[in-house]
Nanobody
């Protein structure tokens, strides 16, 4: 079994910063692309950031220049540094990853359970 567990969410004032973490555990063979998504109340889940195994990153315009995704392959962990936070960044943040379990030859898509981020004064 494989699990993704997010942490680091909380309540922050506008303009503040948060760093989210997402650690993968279990019978992991390798992890390819890792991503962050978010879902605000009443809205569809939206893509926030992506990082490939080689470290290439991409962001939508809504967070570009404010959010930074990174990963520690030795720890099977992906991070999301969020700066200059706005009320519209309020959402549940989810990580996902393409993971190959040990003794497997194929990759599957795994989601974490989410962590709440609230931006409010």
């Amino acid at each position: 079994q494989v699990q993704l567990v997010e942490s680091g969410g909380g309540l922050v004032q506008p303009g503040g910063s948060l760093r989210l973490s997402c650690a993968a555990s279990g019978s992991i063979g390798s992890i390819n692309t890792m991503r962050w998504y978010r879902q605000a109340p009443g809205k569809q889940r939206e893509y926030v950031a992506v990082i490939t195994l080689s470290g290439s990153t991409n962001y939508p315009d809504s967070v570009k220049g404010r959010f930074t995704i990174s990963r520690d392959n030795a720890k099977n962990t992906v991070y999301l540094q969020m700066n200059s936070l706005k009320p519209e960044d309020t959402a549940v943040y989810y990580c996902n990853a393409d993971i190959r379990m040990s003794r497997s030859t194929t990759y599957s898509f795994y989601w974490g359970q989410g962590t709440q981020v609230t931006i409010s004064s």
